[in-house]
C-alpha cells in the first residue's frame, strides 16, 4: 500500500527557510518521480518541481528558481523539499506527491501526502 | 508559465452532467495529451480522476470522462451525485518537463 508520510507544520519568520520532508515506503523508491505542489489559503493548486529519486535530478518552476532546492535520501526513501526566503505568500499547504507510472514517464500525480502546513508570519 | 483557466465555479442538479473547460495557449497542452484532472474535497489532498487527456485510473467511476479539443480539456461528470460536490483542478505538461495547474473549479450539487 503507497502512503506518503509527510512532516509536521511549520511557523517561520519572513526571510527564514522552511524543510519539508516526504516519505515513502511500500513501493520501490527509486522507480517513480516524486513531485511538490502548494496551496494557497483559499486558491488553486501550484507545482513547484519535481525530483528523479534514482539519480537525484530536478526540474524547477521557472518561479522558485533559486529559491527551491529538493533532494532524496534513498536509504530512507524520503524526498525533502527546502524553500529559502520566505514571505508571508509562501503560507500555504505543501504537498508531496508520486507519479503514476515508472521513470520515464512522467504522466500524471497519483499518491499525495496528507499535505504540511507552512505559516509565514512575523 | 501562465495558469491554465477554469470556471471559478460550476453547478448542476443531481443526476445532470456538467462539463468544466480547461483553456491554455497551444503550447501550454503540447499535444494535448499530458493533462490530467484532480478531485478535492475540503481539507483533503487531491485525487487523480482522469491522466492522458481521458484516462480513469483504477478505482474512478465511468461517470467521470475527459477529453481535448484544440487549445482546451474538459472534464464531464455524468450522473451527478453529492458526493461529487469539491473543487477540480486540470493540469498540463509543459515545456521542459514542467507542469502548470488552472485555477480551480468548484463543483456545487444543487
Known amino acids: 500500500q503507497v502512503q506518503l508520510v509527510q512532516s509536521g507544520a511549520e511557523v517561520k519568520m519572513p526571510g527564514a527557510s522552511v524543510k519539508v520532508s516526504c516519505t515513502a515506503p511500500?513501493?520501490?523508491?527509486?522507480?517513480?518521480?516524486m513531485y511538490w505542489v502548494r496551496q494557497a489559503p483559499g486558491q488553486g493548486l501550484e507545482w513547484m518541481g519535481m525530483?528523479?529519486?534514482?539519480?537525484?535530478?530536478?526540474t524547477y518552476a521557472e518561479k522558485f528558481q533559486g529559491r527551491l532546492t529538493m533532494n532524496r535520501d534513498t536509504s530512507t526513501s524520503t524526498v525533502s523539499m527546502e524553500l529559502t526566503s520566505l514571505r508571508s505568500e509562501d503560507t500555504a499547504v505543501y504537498y508531496c506527491?508520486?507519479?503514476?507510472?515508472?521513470?520515464?514517464?512522467?504522466?500524471?500525480?497519483?499518491?499525495w501526502g496528507q499535505g504540511t502546513q507552512v505559516t509565514v508570519s512575523s | 508559465q501562465s495558469a491554465l483557466t477554469q470556471p471559478a465555479s460550476v453547478s448542476g442538479s443531481p443526476g445532470q452532467s456538467i462539463t468544466i473547460p480547461c483553456t491554455g495557449t497551444?503550447?501550454?497542452?503540447?499535444?494535448?495529451?499530458?493533462v490530467s484532472w484532480y478531485q478535492q474535497h475540503p481539507g483533503k489532498a487531491p485525487k487523480l480522476m482522469i491522466y492522458?487527456?481521458?484516462k480513469r485510473p483504477s478505482g474512478v467511476s465511468n461517470r467521470f470522462s475527459g477529453s481535448t479539443s484544440g487549445s482546451a480539456a474538459s472534464l464531464t461528470i455524468s450522473g451527478l451525485q453529492a458526493e461529487d460536490e469539491a473543487d477540480y483542478h486540470c493540469c498540463a505538461k509543459v515545456g521542459g518537463g514542467t507542469w502548470v495547474f488552472g485555477g480551480g473549479t468548484k463543483v456545487t450539487v444543487l
Open positions: 497551444s503550447s501550454d497542452f503540447g499535444t494535448y495529451t499530458l
Open positions: 525530483i528523479n529519486p534514482s539519480g537525484g535530478y530536478t
Open positions: 506527491a508520486r507519479a503514476l507510472t515508472m521513470i520515464p514517464r512522467n504522466d500524471a500525480f497519483d499518491f
Open positions: 511500500g513501493y520501490t523508491f527509486t522507480s517513480y518521480y
Open positions: 492522458e487527456a481521458y
